[in-house]
């Protein structure tokens, strides 16, 4: 009888070691453990973040430099380059929408012999005021520019031709009137002006012509009615 308890119990350990464990199943809903997200997926949300940033300054800054490139230091009007290219804008806009305008090329007389008999800062000093007179003479919507040296642009919305010839002829009137104390000598200095009007079949490039010749003409007619 004892062999026979013995030899169950031994049948009964074997069956416990050979039969595998069985493992619960992992527990679902709520209680399941959450999958952190990847490192590499809030790397790269960074990464964009930072380029984007990167992009923005930098075309602040092209917008800036652009800025620079049109200006004029001195004046802080349009130089040569940010004229014409107001200027271009302005005659599409013209041609689109059948509207009308007036260039005005003025030049300043005696600037040569102020810089050189009083020297640049004198001379400097003499073209500030004469933008700060033009802008006085001419609505917000024109825009003036310095086209170099002693030469100046003015383009004028909606006026008709002799509409713009008085006005060339009050600030030459106006630029005249003003006088400058260098070393206790007064001086005055003065200025030509032309006309180009602005229309449909308008070119950027022959209306600064036109102007300029018309420019040409009025100092001449200056110098004699100086001399007569």
Excluded: C
């Excluded at 290219?85 to 012999?113: F, M, Q, S």
């Excluded at 032309?194 to 420019?215: C, F, K, N, W, Y």
């Amino acid at each position: 009888m004892k062999k026979k308890t013995r030899a169950a119990a031994s049948s009964t350990a074997k069956l416990h070691k050979t039969t595998p464990e069985v493992r619960k199943p992992a527990p679902r809903g709520p209680r399941a453990a959450v999958t952190a997200a990847p490192a590499g997926s809030n790397n790269s949300k960074s990464t964009i973040r930072r380029l984007k940033t990167q992009l923005a300054r930098a075309l602040a800054r092209i917008e800036e430099l652009q800025a620079f490139a049109d200006t004029d230091f001195l004046l802080d009007i349009p130089n040569r380059r940010g004229f014409e290219r107001e200027l271009h804008r302005a005659i599409a806009y013209i041609k689109r929408y059948h509207a009308g305008g007036a260039l005005i090329v003025l030049d300043v007389d005696r600037l040569k012999p102020i810089n050189d008999s009083f020297g640049h800062a004198a001379g400097d000093s003499v073209l500030k005021a004469i933008v700060k007179t033009l802008l006085g003479h001419v609505r917000a919507s024109d825009v003036i520019g310095r086209l170099g040296g002693d030469e100046f642009a003015l383009l004028l919305w909606n006026l008709s031709e002799t509409d713009a010839k008085a006005k060339a002829a009050a600030l030459e009137e106006a630029i005249d009137r003003l006088t400058f104390v260098f070393r206790g000598r007064t001086i005055a200095a003065g200025a030509s002006a032309g006309v180009a009007i602005l229309g449909p079949h308008t070119e950027l490039g022959r209306a600064l012509e036109q102007a300029d010749s018309a420019m040409y003409v009025r100092k001449a007619q200056r110098r004699h009615e100086a001399v007569s």
